[in-house]
């Protein structure tokens, strides 16, 4: 439905949006992942109209809309502060859309009440903007561009200024109201968690670039990059050689043992220097060396950190190497994580199976 | 609006005590001086700052001054123009500034501070050296665009503060819901800028309401403003007319405030109201522009005038019987009149000037002589009046009116009769005189009481004179011509060197105070009537002269103004009770002791450094 061709932003000097390909399917709720910085709201605005593309071509529907002012796409926007207008009420707030096209007055006070109650506001129609809290305004901004039922909604970053708790029920909100209308959404986020819970599919974006554009499933299991694998979720990395290959093994040795694992780039050849990734809730640790179908390393508890849900280890190998263990709390014994102490001497196990293998 | 922008909070700043005390003292300040004015509005007495009890009678004569109501008339059209045009400028402006690139952008931007920063007068002095050049005639047009010039910039960075403070996405929103761009600036980007726009609106009102430099510069004679008016009648002494003027320019612009108050406030009555308001203004507008439109289209006779120095009945009358509508411009000094007459096509038919400035006129050849065929009724002027130093031919002057400079005091006070100048040095009353802020009456009499000549332009007299005016400076209260009869009414000064209309002001009302001509003579001032070279209607002013010097309307016109005239057939017709009233018409005066000031060339200059450091002590 939405194809981005080529589209490349630069202000002087500064690339701030490499050329880029993306099409996006009819229905999809398409997030944009990126750290401060990286270029989504640049991106965003250039498929909304507000900027124009240095170079490439945007495509809506097989049409051209590359030069299409943003008061003719089809295309909706919900702004990363909201910009509700401030001298409107909610009422009026919503209905904007509407009103600038001369829908009759009848039709109007229809479904702005539609809207409202879709975003669970029925009843605030009289307030200003400035008497809502930050959830209440984000809810006028979705129904004030929802109520136009625009091919594509952009949404940019609506959560961040929520806290944790509503941000995660919005969410929930937001993926059921995205399905009962069927509209397309693209997302733009910071937080991965939004992104993998919300999104049909994920595309990872650093420096202006797509790092990778896949499922949530597969964005973090299968992290196609070394920024991938860090970005989302986190990752422990080390370098490695690649030993042995074939189609259904690959060899890797890593800090002077041989791993084997199954996973990973294919078009790999013994010899190639690769990184080696092991996310820390894949690991556990054991006084126990590994058994066969297991690889493990060697080493020290050197810090304990808690983090609510789990516990964080973090273990100094021999070789001078840290690595950090996720250990789920039924493990726990009052505050030790089954009753290690500092400085014990432990093994770092993961089943052959886990961990990936990326270009250097 | 405010309450739209921004969250309310509690902190409770600015609730301390002190703050509070600062608060109310400068209120203080910033109140008395209007207090004091709006008391002093509902004074019985014609002094500005003596109480003498309640009453109403200031309002009333000046809700009769037909010229006050075409001058508040004029400021209200001139007012009203430059809010809209102004605001619609600089709206424009500020928003070309803040939202589009081009070419001279920054020098634009920067040319806007020019009305703060550069004074007004040279504004003024500015617009009246092109229009003079591009030959534009003065008149609405000229004054509104000279506001409009001044006003539009400040419209500009008020607004160009607002948009600044802005966000840039509540257009992008707004554009990306399908609003156009017309729509976008209609629906969000005015409603923003509402309360900048409304403030514009008020801000320009009010300047121009106030403004007097740029007027003075920019308007034709038949455009006076308020604040012309004003000046020009406190020529003539502050009268209550003044404070009664302002008491209901306050009202007036506190009434327009509290308006537009309340429709600001959201609701359905308001949407009404402002509705309403808008038409009534709208309509208010086009009466008015028409009124003056249908003005325009009458023969009319422009006179550049003192203030309250001529009977309105007698315009009306004119007016009623020759179809001629008969406008006043008025003026506070020679200088101001000189000035009035003597740029571009300033659209004067006659102007009243004293000897001096008749000199002038007549040298540059400004003025033309009268064609005395055409003034039958000239045959009244007294003989002693036709041909005056600065008129030997008697062609080029109609006297008008004269006055007589002597000795005002308080009986109660001050040992009399007095008879003689010397009073004047007599240090029994010392610090308590007054002596005409004049500085060539001043010289002039000092000369006259040692004997000498002031025309004889001798240093050695002027050197004397001056030694004898230095003796009396320490027995003066001060130099002062325009509050004199205020300063008497207090007390504060028992005895004073006065024109005899002022004094006739202060005595008619309060018996106790005595205007003499002493015995040593005194200064005399004519007024007389000369017609301009660039008259656009001579003949409507010859007419007009002949009107007036009918002797029943002379008769008239001196009770009216109560200032002589040269005409002994008028006087006969006068009342007994100002024919014989000593202070109008002073007794024993005879032409020889009488002095009629001449201009005194290069010498002035002489004078003048010795009045500065008289004035310095
Ligand atoms: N007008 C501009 N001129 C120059 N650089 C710009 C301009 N606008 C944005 N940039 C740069 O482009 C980069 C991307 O900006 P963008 O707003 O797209 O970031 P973002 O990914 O939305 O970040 P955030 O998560 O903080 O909103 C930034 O480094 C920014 O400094
Ligand atoms: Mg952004």
Redo the contacts with the bound molecule.
């Keep these: 439905m939405l194809a981005l061709n080529a589209i490349s932003k630069r202000?002087?000097d500064?690339s701030?949006?490499e050329p880029l390909d993306l099409v996006i399917d009819e229905g999809e709720f398409f997030c944009i992942l990126?750290?401060?910085?990286?270029?989504?709201?640049?991106?965003?605005?250039m498929i909304a109209g507000f900027d124009r593309p240095t170079a490439g071509r945007i495509m809506l529907d097989g049409v051209d809309i590359t030069d299409v002012p943003p008061n003719h796409r089809d295309v909706n926007t919900v702004f990363?502060n909201y910009a509700l207008f401030p001298h409107y009420r909610v009422y009026d707030n919503v209905a904007y859309g509407l009103k600038v096209r001369k829908t009759p007055e009848a039709e109007i006070r229809d479904r702005v009440a539609a809207a409202l109650e879709l975003v669970g506001l029925s009843g605030f129609e009289r307030r200003m903007p400035a008497q809502l809290s930050g959830g209440q305004q984000q809810r006028v901004a979705l129904a004030r561009a929802l109520i136009n039922r625009p091919r594509l909604l952009l949404l940019?970053?609506p959560l961040s200024a929520l806290d944790r708790k509503t941000g995660e029920q919005m969410r929930q909100e937001l993926a059921d109201l995205q399905a009962r209308s069927g509209i397309t959404f693209v997302f733009?986020t910071?937080n991965q968690a939004e992104a993998l819970s919300m999104a049909s599919r994920v595309a990872v974006?650093n420096r202006?670039v797509f790092e990778q554009c896949s499922t949530p499933f597969e964005l973090y299991q299968r992290p196609q990059t070394r920024f991938v694998g860090d970005f989302v979720g986190s990752m422990n990395f080390f370098q490695g050689v690649v030993t042995e290959v074939s189609p259904d093994r690959l060899g890797v040795e890593v800090l002077g043992q041989s791993r084997i694992e199954r996973r990973g780039a294919s078009d790999l050849a013994p010899g190639d220097t690769v990184v080696f990734g092991l996310r820390p809730e894949q690991l556990r640790v054991s006084l126990l060396a590994p058994k066969d179908y297991e690889n493990g390393f060697f080493g020290q508890i050197e810090r304990t950190l808690f983090l609510g849900e789990a516990t964080q280890l973090s273990v100094r190998l021999k070789s001078g190497e840290r690595i950090d263990v996720k250990v789920p709390n039924y493990l726990m014994l009052e505050d030790k994580v089954m009753g290690l102490e500092q400085n014990e001497d432990v093994w770092v196990v993961w089943s052959k199976g886990s961990g990936v293998v990326l270009h250097a | 609006m405010s309450a739209q922008l921004g969250r309310r909070n509690d902190l409770g700043l600015g609730q301390g005590l002190a703050l509070k005390l600062l608060t109310a003292f400068c209120m203080l300040l910033l109140l008395a001086p209007l207090v004091v004015l709006v008391v002093y509005a509902f004074n019985d007495s014609r002094q500005v700052t003596v109480w003498q009890g309640f009453s109403l009678k200031w309002f009333a004569v000046t809700l009769q001054d037909r010229e006050i109501w075409f001058a508040f008339r004029n400021s209200l059209i001139i007012g009203g123009l430059n809010a809209v045009l102004a605001t619609i400028l600089g709206t424009m402006a500020a928003l070309a500034i803040a939202r589009h690139r081009f070419a001279g952008r920054q020098g634009f931007l920067n040319l806007l501070h020019y009305p703060v920063l550069l004074p007004e007068i040279i504004i003024g002095i500015a617009l009246l050296v092109l229009f003079v050049l591009l030959d534009v005639p003065r008149g609405f047009g000229t004054v509104v665009a000279g506001h409009v010039t001044f006003s539009f910039p400040l419209v500009a960075l008020l607004v160009l503060a607002r948009v600044g403070a802005m966000s840039r996405t509540l257009e992008e929103a707004s554009l990306d819901l399908g609003a156009s761009r017309w729509q976008t600036y209609r629906f969000v980007i005015l409603p923003a800028l509402a309360p900048a726009i409304v403030s514009g609106v008020l801000f320009c009102f009010t300047l121009s309401l106030d403004d007097f430099v740029i007027t003075l510069f920019t308007a034709s004679p038949d455009v006076t403003t308020l604040p012309l008016k004003v000046y020009s009648m406190v020529k003539f002494g502050l009268t209550p007319v003044i404070n009664v003027i302002s008491v209901l320019l306050i009202l007036f612009t506190l009434t327009v405030l509290l308006a537009i108050h309340w429709l600001q406030k959201e609701g359905p009555h308001q949407r009404w109201g402002i509705r309403l308001a808008g038409v009534m203004v709208a309509a208010l507008a086009v009466l008015m522009a028409t009124s003056i439109v249908a003005e325009r289209r009458q023969e009319t006779l422009v006179i550049a005038n003192w203030a309250d120095y001529i009977d309105p009945e007698l315009l009306r009358e004119f007016e009623s019987s020759t179809g001629v509508r008969v406008i006043m411009t008025h003026f506070s000094s020679d200088e101001e009149m000189l000035a009035k007459v003597s740029f571009g096509r300033p659209g004067i038919d006659l102007a009243m000037a004293t000897p001096v400035s008749m000199e002038i006129l007549r040298k540059s050849g400004l003025i033309v002589p009268f064609d005395g065929e055409r003034i039958p009724n000239l045959r009244y002027i007294d003989e002693d009046f036709r041909h005056l130093g600065s008129d030997p031919t008697g062609t080029y002057s109609v006297p008008y009116a004269y006055g007589l400079n002597g000795i005002l005091y308080n009986t109660r006070m001050v040992e009399g009769p007095i008879t003689s100048w010397w009073a004047m040095w007599d240090e029994r009353y010392a610090g308590r005189l007054i002596m005409l802020n004049d500085m060539m009456e001043a010289f002039w009499l000092a000369h006259h009481l040692l004997g000498y000549r002031l025309q004889d332009q001798r240093l050695d007299h002027l050197d004397e004179a001056y030694a004898l005016l230095k003796k009396q400076r320490p027995l003066l209260r001060k130099y002062e011509s325009d509050l004199v009869n205020d300063m008497l009414l207090s007390h504060e000064a028992v005895m004073a060197q006065a024109w005899n209309g002022q004094a006739h002001k202060l005595s008619s009302e309060h018996p106790e105070y005595r205007f003499v001509v002493p015995e040593e003579g005194a200064s005399l001032f004519i007024d007389s009537l000369v017609l301009l070279a660039s008259a656009p209607n001579p003949d409507a002013a010859h007419r007009f002269i002949d009107f007036l010097l009918a002797p029943e309307r002379s008769s008239q016109n001196m009770e009216a103004i109560l200032y002589p005239m040269p005409n002994a057939t008028a006087r006969a017709l006068l009342p007994p009770e100002i024919r014989d009233d000593t202070t109008i018409f002073p007794a024993g005066v005879d032409g020889k002791r009488l002095n009629i000031m001449s201009d005194p060339g290069d010498f002035r200059r002489q004078i003048q450094g010795r009045w500065e450091r008289l004035l310095a002590e």
């Design positions: 202000y002087g500064v701030v949006v990126g750290s401060s910085g990286c270029g989504k709201t640049t991106l965003l605005r990363q940019d970053e733009v910071h974006m202006g």
